[in-house]
């Protein structure tokens, strides 16, 4: 008996509204809401069903290397004889001692999605995304960035075959994510005005034009990342941690955690979930300041922060982020800028690396546990989201130049061409 035998369905947050899974609608045809992938309940569940996962690693091995795809049968099980896969996915759960002492947790673990083969998360997403444009026979990709989508829509659309066209707010994007996309041969639109704008005018053309949104709107998207969690979990034993911590600005991360949550509970992957917490840069934080009014509204803002991943001001899954802490009894709050950056040279310094965004995730916890939200013994797992070579333009500030980001800096050291100049400076890292 296999695990899908129906297919799922496109269903509207908003007014319920239903479509097939090869509808290219970007929202709701009847409303304009966002649309969600509806599954059918697994035809096994709990100890089977997590057996599955592991059987489809032996009996596929081509597909399955890919850790979105070795979960098709709840993500997209009408696609995954054809998937566009590079493979993804597959990443590690690291804990370094150093990173759990400045944090204050004991065992944190990083789960490290710049390991993807793009560098970033939006890898696991993007894999199922241009999948069903394939499928569907799409004219185009195309996405509004601010640098890790573009560089993950560049590669996939590669290569499918595809044409994929990016817009990008003109010189907001980090070096290191505007050169992949230009690599991988991505038509790259600079747009004059921010991320909310280029998300804006795509939405538009996706919906004149024929070309298929990519965007974590689109609602497979959220299927792909929803894997960090399974994947995870799987590495666990199915075992979850009391936390998990991660990054947040458009919340489309957020919302697929809730969802898997939800689904792995649902169908007996887990007996209880962990607490999710989104954490937020303060200059583009505009989810903790909802958070904090008990979510009665959002007001959107207009972004400032060095963490160019999560600089956005007008999150478009708002209203399925906060099923999702809601759901799962999370917390929402805000870092400066300062504290993401101490994170992150911790971090790095501890041989793991990762972008500045997704250190929010590590300097959450660090606050958190100052504040005794987390209990020593707790058991707390960190997404980091994008990989250290993602912001080049950060590294250089911090470590090279002169200036406000320089107190963590490692500079290069100018030395004579002898022996002696060596061993002055063994000397002195001695001391």
Not at 263 to 271: D, F, M, S, V
């Amino acid at each position: 008996m296999g695990v899908i035998t129906k297919l799922p369905q496109q269903v509207c947050d908003d007014c319920a509204a239903t479509t097939n899974d090869r509808d290219a609608a970007p929202r709701c045809r009847a409303c304009g809401g966002l649309l969600s992938l509806v599954h059918p309940p697994p035809e096994v569940r709990g100890a089977a069903l997590r057996a599955s996962f592991a059987d489809a690693c032996c009996a596929r091995p081509s597909r399955t290397a890919s850790g979105v795809w070795r979960f098709g049968a709840i993500v997209h099980p009408g696609a995954v004889d054809d998937a566009v896969s590079h493979p993804e996915g597959n990443t590690p759960l690291i804990g370094r001692e150093a990173i759990g002492a400045w944090a204050g947790v004991d065992g944190l673990l990083l789960k490290h999605e710049g390991h993807n083969p793009t560098g970033s998360f939006k890898d696991r997403g993007m894999t199922v995304a241009v999948t069903q444009a394939r499928r569907i026979g799409a004219r185009a990709v195309a996405c509004a960035s601010t640098g890790n989508t573009s560089a993950s829509l560049a590669a996939y659309a590669a290569q499918a075959g595809m044409t994929g066209l990016v817009f990008i707010p003109e010189g907001q994007v980090a070096l290191g994510k505007l050169t992949q996309t230009l690599a991988y041969g991505a038509r790259t639109l600079m747009i004059q005005g921010d991320f909310d704008a280029c998300l804006r005018l795509v939405q538009e053309a996706g919906e004149s034009l024929g070309v298929y949104l990519v965007n974590s709107i689109n609602p497979f998207r959220l299927e792909g990342q929803k894997t960090i969690v399974l994947e995870l979990l799987q590495q666990l034993d199915w075992d979850p941690p009391e936390w998990l911590v991660l990054p947040a600005g458009n919340l489309g991360n957020t919302a697929a955690f809730g969802k898997a949550l939800e689904e792995a509970k649902a169908w007996g992957l887990i007996t209880r979930v962990p607490r999710l917490v989104s954490v937020q840069a303060a200059g583009a934080a505009p989810f903790a300041a909802a958070f904090e009014r008990g979510f009665d509204h959002l007001d959107t803002l207009t972004p400032e922060t060095l963490a160019t991943a999560i600089r956005i001001g007008a999150p478009a899954s708002y209203d399925r982020a906060v099923r999702a802490i809601r759901g799962t009894d999370g917390l929402v709050l805000s870092c400066t800028d300062s504290e993401i950056l101490e994170a992150k040279a911790v971090i790095d310094r501890a041989g793991v690396g990762c972008e500045p965004a997704s250190a929010a995730s590590v300097a959450g916890v660090r606050k958190l546990r100052a504040q005794g939200t987390i209990k020593e013994g707790d058991r707390v797992v960190a997404v980091l989201t994008g990989h250290i070579l993602k912001d080049p333009g950060i590294l250089q500030r911090m470590h090279v130049e002169d200036g406000p980001l320089s107190s963590n800096a490692n500079r290069p050291i100018l030395v004579a061409p002898t022996l002696a100049a060596i061993e002055a400076v063994l000397t002195s890292l001695d001391r």
